[in-house]
Structure formats: structure tokens, C-alpha cells
């Protein structure tokens, strides 16, 4: 058993991070946790944006409300814009992108309408000084081998008019997970970094099965994850407004 204090977690010397990823990635969780993460070692708590335009389910939004409590600063519609998409928020996104404190995470769809979100704020972006990551899934349909993510970057990177610079690797089946599935994840990140030429940033999974792993399998930082995003009939209280 692994504790969690000896996880060898991920580092980043760029301001912005991009988390993209399809339906399924998990990565609105990916984003949610990393937030968390970074609020209890930066010195300037981080920014987290909604930019899923496709999901109606699990959007960062979902956790504004526990983000903010820990300091974190989450830009998402709010009111009766809670569900909008986002046109009501460029501006703010914009003002975010070119300047701010602290560090800057994105939370965008990864299919070619979910990266459109980042089309009209591609020019805001100074180059250089931003990470775009891929979450990779071995088990959904699309990036279920390499030529299946090759395939989805590519088409995300046209859309975004943005180039990838690095992956992370978060196979999952929710509950169901396993860590022979996390190594499988693992496995085809590698294949799919060596092919694109991407570094793999980071292997994220539950904190659960984390735990009952050696992770000196994983040749990567790793980021434990504790669940934040849940299903409409999950949540006591119902969907969450702001």
C-alpha cells in the first residue's frame, strides 16, 4: 500500500493549463482536482474556467461552490445563466487569459464542437506560456488505441487552431476501475506520446486505487483524485446553482 504523501505529484512552470478531453475522460475531475491541488501549493491561489460546451452533466461549474471555499477562483455563468454556455463569459476569459494571478486552468470539451470554445481565444494566448493537455481514456470509444487519438487531437487542434504539448493518461470505468485498467491507460498514453512526440504529464486515477498500487510502475508524476463531479440524481440537494 502507497501512502499518499509519496506520491510523486505533477509540476508545472506554465501559467495557463489547458485540460481537454472528450466525453467520458474524466476530465472535468482531472481540472476540479488539479485546482485543489494547486491552491495548497501556490502561493497565489489558482482560477479555474468552465469552457464545456458539450456536457451537461459533470462541468467544473458543479464544484464552484466547494472550490471557492478553499480560495479557489471558479469563472462560471451564474444565476439564471447557471446552464449557459460560453458567449456570456468571454470577456472575463479573455481578461483571464492575457493577464491575472496565479495560475489559470481551462476546463474545455474535447470534440470538434467543444474545442471551439477555444477558436475565439486563440489569439489571447501567448505563446509559450500555456500547457495544452489531452486526457486520454482507453476506454472510450474513440481513443481506445492510438490511431483513435491521434485522430481526435488532430481534429481538436484544427478546431482550437492550438497545439497539444503534452497528455495525461486517465482510463477509467468509474467505479469499476482497476489497476490493471490504470496500467493499460498508462500503456497506450506512452504509445500515443511517442507517436505525437508529447511528453505524458501525469497519470491521474481515484485515490482508492492509488493507494493499493507500487507506483514506481509509472514512470510519471501522478495526481490522485477524490471525487468531486456526481450525477444529477446523486447530488442531495439537486443541481447546483450560483
Given at each position: 500500500m502507497t501512502s499518499p504523501l509519496e506520491f510523486r505529484y505533477p509540476v508545472f512552470s506554465k501559467r495557463i493549463i489547458i485540460i481537454v478531453g472528450g466525453f467520458g475522460s474524466g476530465k472535468t475531475e482531472v481540472a476540479v482536482n488539479l485546482a485543489k491541488y494547486l491552491v495548497h501549493i501556490d502561493k497565489i491561489p489558482p482560477t479555474i474556467v468552465d469552457l464545456d460546451l458539450v456536457n451537461p452533466y459533470f462541468r467544473s461549474r458543479e464544484a464552484a461552490v466547494e472550490m471557492e471555499a478553499m480560495g479557489i477562483r471558479a469563472i462560471v455563468p451564474r444565476g439564471?445563466?447557471?446552464?449557459?454556455?460560453?458567449?456570456?463569459?468571454?470577456?472575463?476569459?479573455?481578461?483571464?487569459?492575457?493577464?491575472?494571478?496565479?495560475?489559470?486552468?481551462?476546463?474545455?470539451?474535447?470534440?470538434?464542437?467543444?474545442?471551439?470554445?477555444?477558436?475565439?481565444?486563440?489569439?489571447?494566448?501567448?505563446?509559450?506560456?500555456?500547457?495544452?493537455?489531452?486526457?486520454?481514456?482507453?476506454?472510450?470509444?474513440?481513443?481506445?488505441?492510438?490511431?483513435?487519438?491521434?485522430?481526435?487531437?488532430?481534429?481538436?487542434?484544427?478546431?482550437?487552431?492550438?497545439?497539444?504539448?503534452?497528455?495525461?493518461?486517465?482510463?477509467?470505468?468509474?467505479?469499476?476501475?482497476?489497476?490493471?485498467?490504470?496500467?493499460?491507460?498508462?500503456?497506450?498514453?506512452?504509445?500515443?506520446?511517442?507517436?505525437?512526440?508529447?511528453?505524458?504529464?501525469?497519470?491521474?486515477?481515484?485515490?482508492?486505487?492509488?493507494?493499493e498500487m507500487d507506483l514506481s510502475q509509472f514512470d510519471c508524476p501522478v495526481l490522485p483524485l477524490t471525487r468531486s463531479m456526481l450525477k444529477p440524481w446523486e447530488r442531495k440537494n439537486g443541481p447546483v446553482g450560483l
Open positions: 439564471g445563466n447557471f446552464y449557459a454556455d460560453l458567449p456570456i463569459l468571454l470577456p472575463e476569459v479573455k481578461g483571464a487569459v492575457e493577464s491575472g494571478p496565479g495560475r489559470l486552468i481551462l476546463d474545455v470539451g474535447g470534440d470538434s464542437q467543444g474545442a471551439k470554445a477555444l477558436g475565439p481565444l486563440a489569439e489571447a494566448f501567448t505563446p509559450g506560456d500555456y500547457e495544452m493537455l489531452m486526457v486520454l481514456n482507453s476506454r472510450r470509444p474513440f481513443t481506445e488505441n492510438v490511431a483513435g487519438c491521434r485522430k481526435v487531437m488532430t481534429r481538436i487542434e484544427g478546431t482550437a487552431r492550438m497545439k497539444f504539448t503534452g497528455l495525461i493518461s486517465n482510463s477509467h470505468m468509474i467505479e469499476e476501475t482497476t489497476p490493471e485498467l490504470l496500467q493499460e491507460g498508462y500503456q497506450l498514453a506512452l504509445a500515443v506520446g511517442r507517436e505525437a512526440g508529447l511528453p505524458l504529464f501525469f497519470i491521474s486515477a481515484k485515490l482508492e486505487v492509488l493507494k
